[in-house]
């Protein structure tokens, strides 16, 4: 059987990151990473799925600006959020003149678009494009759970959607390499809990890990972080738990974005942060520049998303998951 | 600066293409060429949403079947839909053991899909994939417009939303290559009628092909069809005026898959088809079987998507669109 596992003999580079966020990611350990924040996380708009636009917008013209290229260089932009129909994407996109490709992998976008636009770069259908995604508490609380007046109880095991957008600019320039490629697939483990995406989505990342390992010709300890984004803490005990059950022993290289953006304890954000901004920043503000600096050498970058939908969990559906894998590579 | 048509080295070829509609559709000018057809449109489920899974599940099975594919040959599933979350797609592909890739662009989603499909085949990426859309017009009417029960009247300019799901095997068998693509740009005219799609879309599918003939050295007299899905009536009328004006005459060959699934007048379906489903059955059924029979031999391919969101609508959002260009040649 052929390995999953595709090698980019053409790799590209990661030429540049930029992360915008909102007020309570700005307070949390990552504070003084970002790019840019907002404080009142409107971003001088008025509607909160407008705001999430701007932030996305923002982010990519950032990227577009820090890797020192003009807009008519970038061949293609790979966007995705989690508001119904993309509006967060194709509302930034509606402002840019440039070719655009939409994705949707819930939290996972993140990973799938540096996937794909990987894998076009690899075959030399574009030099440069820009990668994004972007996720808002506000517009995702209204959509997905309850509206924010409500001021509803949260459960314990519930994420805090971030309020971030990243964007990566991939080209020829940079020091860190997108050398590998895992595509996830749809896993539903019967999960019905709106509350409890990390449950939901460890059954998917440790499908991809499990594939991944098994056709791999490294073993966890090659890596120096495995990251996935964003299990929170019930998903991240449940994929390290089971995994080790399975005889990949995560343990010591684990981390999680949704556990890094937030002091779950000092910022009352229960599980941890979730949502395709996450990932996102998380990897534009530290992850990546610790690989740019030298400090790490080889990573696994999981994307895990929930691809939940209120009105199939409310006729009695579960919420399917999937994680996409992408092998970040310095020098 | 650069030529934004794609040229595929490695085309791939559609090795089969596999239909399932609903009992309006199987009335159609079209209805003796569907692979499929479920005469009460809930395909044996419970929910229109459950309806719309299940018939995009039994497309992508039928066109693993009729490529002459076992599952474990296809490397990988590029699919979406419209519905929130894209769950038509989520839930067919968590029966599916196989990776998979979602992807949002509306009505264009089927032209997408074939185009990230077809530059991950040139690029090796892949050997086999299967690229699939769906849409349901229950489960679309509920979503975007008034629930069913509501009985609404409908306006002129709406469309009607196809209730089909469409299926194509890429790989290196076949008579049909895909050689060019041009990704569309998220373009927004203003437009705020969410019952008039066509006007929505036309300025999008306007860009595209401008962009098209402005940048190859083929003219509008070179391709036997330039297939546009779905702009229906308004919209084809609103494109082909604005394009002559533009200086290019696709008159003589223009046709639209909204145009070619219902008879508009004695079906009562208003300005035609629409939906994810629309172009991709039309396509799978009578497009790409023409060009596999010699009856066709070069065909633009340009999916429109109209990036509607409800909720952004209400806020006084205007309609981004956008048009994804494939080019299917014979031999």
Known sequence: MKNPIITLLNPPKISATYSVVGHKEAEGPLGNLFNEVCDNDKF????????????????????????????????????????????????????????????????????????????????KILDTCICATSSHFCSSERQFRFPLEYGGQRTPTSQWTTTGAGAFALGKEGTVKITEILFGKAIDKGITDISNMGAAMAPSAIDT????????????????????????????????????GEGVDIRKN????????????????????????????????????NLEKGILKDVLFVGTGALMSPISVFQGSSIPAISHLVHLSRG
Request: proline share 2%.
């Open 254 to 289: 684990h981390v999680d974005c949704g556990l890094m953006i937030f002091d779950r304890e000092g910022q009352d954000a229960h599980a941890g942060g979730s949502g395709c901004g996450c990932s996102a920043v998380v990897m534009a503000c530290d992850i990546i520049p």
């Open 44 to 123: 001088e708009k008025e509607t909160w799925e407008q705001a999430e636009s701007e932030m996305q917008l923002r982010a990519i013209k950032g990227a577009i600006k820090s890797a020192g290229l003009q807009e008519t260089e970038i061949d293609l932009i790979l966007a995705g959020d989690l508001l119904n129909q993309c509006v967060g994407s194709n509302y930034a996109l509606s402002s840019i003149d440039l070719p655009f490709v939409g994705l949707y992998g819930a939290c996972s976008t993140c990973a799938l678009g540096l996937a794909i636009g990987s894998c076009l770069y690899n075959g």
């Open 209 to 244: 890990l499990k594939r991944y390992f098994q056709n791999s010709s490294h073993s966890p300890d090659y890596f120096d972080l495995i990251v996935t984004g964003d299990l929170g803490y019930e998903g991240s005990e449940i994929l390290k738990d089971l995994l080790l």
